[in-house]
């Protein structure tokens, strides 16, 4: 049974930089599919920040490019978002999810993390 | 980017009524949209992908349909467990975007 685990801190100050991992369990990242971040903010909806292939290609969206970095570790079969220059608008449940590609992906986010909260302020 | 809408925002419904959501999309996504079921504290559940398949251990009372821009979420008879928030989602091209959301309440 495939399982994603999100982990990091719960508290960041702005402007610093916020560092979440997530822990893949059941399947090696090695062998496929694309690992995305996605987050929710307080009473909003619901935003995918970025992905990375199994082979370390990264696709991100433009409204956060310019502060957003998701690597992998394949050593530990994990996964890692992070986003610099945080500001409150930042504050959000961060979930990691599976998917099969990025574009043209008839399979959308079949396994998600529980979410992480992450709350910016100083 | 490809903007998603969904109405209603919110309805209210009984136990056994049967409910629609609709999901739109401001260009075609051909048939490239999700369906996701959250409820609070937990992490989103896909129910159903590429607009029609039925995720493996998702009720058939779940049903999705439509191609092009429009799309439907089918609830045919509500349980007590399906009072949550719907989300439609594109998946044609980056960025990937959702839908606003669609919450479901008892009446």
């Known amino acids: 049974q495939v399982q994603l685990q999100e982990s990091g801190p719960g508290l960041v100050k702005p402007s610093e930089t916020l560092s979440l991992t997530c822990a893949v369990s059941?399947?090696?990242?090695?062998?496929?599919?694309?690992w995305g971040w996605i987050r929710q903010s307080p009473g909003k909806g619901l935003e995918w920040i970025g992905s990375?292939?199994?082979?370390?290609?990264?696709y991100y969206n433009p409204s956060l490019k310019s502060r957003v970095t998701i690597s992998v570790d394949m050593s530990k079969n994990q996964f890692s978002l992070k986003l610099s220059s945080v500001t409150a608008a930042d504050t959000a449940v961060y979930y990691c999810?599976?998917?099969?590609?990025?574009?043209?992906?008839?399979?959308?986010?079949?396994?998600w993390g529980q979410g992480t909260m992450v709350t910016v302020s100083s | 980017d490809i903007q998603m809408t969904q109405s209603p925002s919110s309805l209210s419904a009984s136990v056994g009524d049967r409910v629609t959501i609709t999901c739109r999309a401001s260009?075609?996504?051909?048939?490239?949209l999700n369906w996701y079921q959250h409820k609070p504290g937990e992490a989103p559940n896909l129910l159903i992908c590429?607009?029609?398949s039925l995720q493996a251990g998702v009720p058939s009372r779940f049903s999705g349909s439509g191609s092009g821009t429009d799309f439907t979420l089918t609830i045919s008879s509500l349980q007590p467990e399906d009072f949550a928030t719907y989300y439609c989602?594109?998946?044609?091209?980056?960025?990937?975007?959702f839908g606003p959301g669609t919450k479901v309440d008892i009446k």
């Open positions: 990375i292939s199994y082979s370390g290609n990264t």
């Open positions: 059941g399947y090696s990242i090695s062998s496929g599919y694309y």
């Open positions: 999810a599976r998917h099969e590609r990025v574009e043209y992906d008839s399979s959308g986010y079949d396994i």
């Open positions: 989602q594109q998946s044609y091209t980056t960025p990937r975007t």
């Open positions: 260009q075609s996504i051909r048939t490239y």
């Open positions: 590429a607009a029609s």
